[in-house]
């Protein structure tokens, strides 16, 4: 069965370093998100992106936050400048269209020390 | 910002017996529901969804009702397994790409 994937599982990160989140989502998906929760806390939606662009994003989303799609089969979050808050899990998840089941990676934990 | 809630944190349920987590919002313009299940150190598993222009949506042993009026709608795990055990997010969506989760609820299935 198709799955999305991420890499790394856990990302360990000095404060102000930049981080990049690697994503591989269902190969005939057009539609790609990422998410992130913070311990204890509930599923927060970041930004969706298709046709090589950003579609929606949340508030969260700030100028030190991008994403690329840089080939046919990765999907990359970048935190150009990561900050103590940004701890948290980060899911990649991928739609066949854009108003169904979203299919979420297992995600990469970030730790900002 | 608390559109979507499941107010139990919460719920323990004997093998065999019906599971029914709950969840309300508050945004009207809501047209599309999902029900995801989510184990520790893994990512949300989409479980089942449903449409505003229906009440009901039933697979297998999953059955999500959706109270437009009340702005409410439920999960029924019919019967309930201890591989259910696991914490499940009932998330909403406007007609947008973005969907909006609510805080989960850990359903626990004692054998």
Redesign the interface.
């Known amino acids: 069965e198709p799955e999305?994937t991420?890499t790394p599982s856990h990302q360990v990160t000095q404060m102000g370093q930049e981080v990049i989140l690697r994503c591989v989502p269902i190969s005939n998906h057009l539609?790609f998100?990422w998410?992130r929760q913070i311990l204890g806390?509930?599923?927060?939606?970041l930004v969706?992106f298709?046709n090589n662009e950003i579609?929606?994003k949340?508030e969260i989303f700030d100028d030190q936050f991008s994403v690329e799609r840089p080939d046919g089969s990765n999907f990359t979050l970048k935190i150009r400048s990561t900050k103590l808050e940004d701890s948290a899990m980060y899911?990649c998840?991928s739609s066949e269209d854009?108003?169904?089941?979203?299919?979420?990676?297992?995600?990469t934990r970030l730790t900002v020390l | 910002d608390q559109q979507v809630k499941q107010n139990s944190p919460s719920l323990s349920v004997q093998e065999g017996r019906i599971s029914i987590l709950n969840c309300d919002y508050t945004n009207s313009m809501f047209d599309?529901f999902?029900w995801?299940k989510k184990y520790p150190?893994?990512?949300?598993?989409?479980l089942i969804?449903i449409s505003s222009i229906k009440d009901k949506n039933e697979d297998g042993r999953f059955t999500v009702f959706l109270n437009k009026s009340a702005k409410h709608l439920s999960l029924h795990i019919v019967p309930s397994q201890p591989g259910d055990s696991a914490v499940y997010?009932c998330?909403a969506?406007s007609?947008?790409?973005?969907?909006?989760?609510?805080?989960?609820t850990r359903l626990k299935v004692l054998a």
């Open positions: 999305v991420q539609y998100y998410y806390q509930k599923v927060e939606f969706s298709y579609s929606e949340s899911f998840a854009g108003r169904g089941e979203q299919f979420f990676g297992p995600g | 599309y999902l995801y150190a893994e990512g949300p598993t989409f969804s997010f998330a969506s007609g947008t790409y973005k969907y909006i989760f609510g805080t989960g």
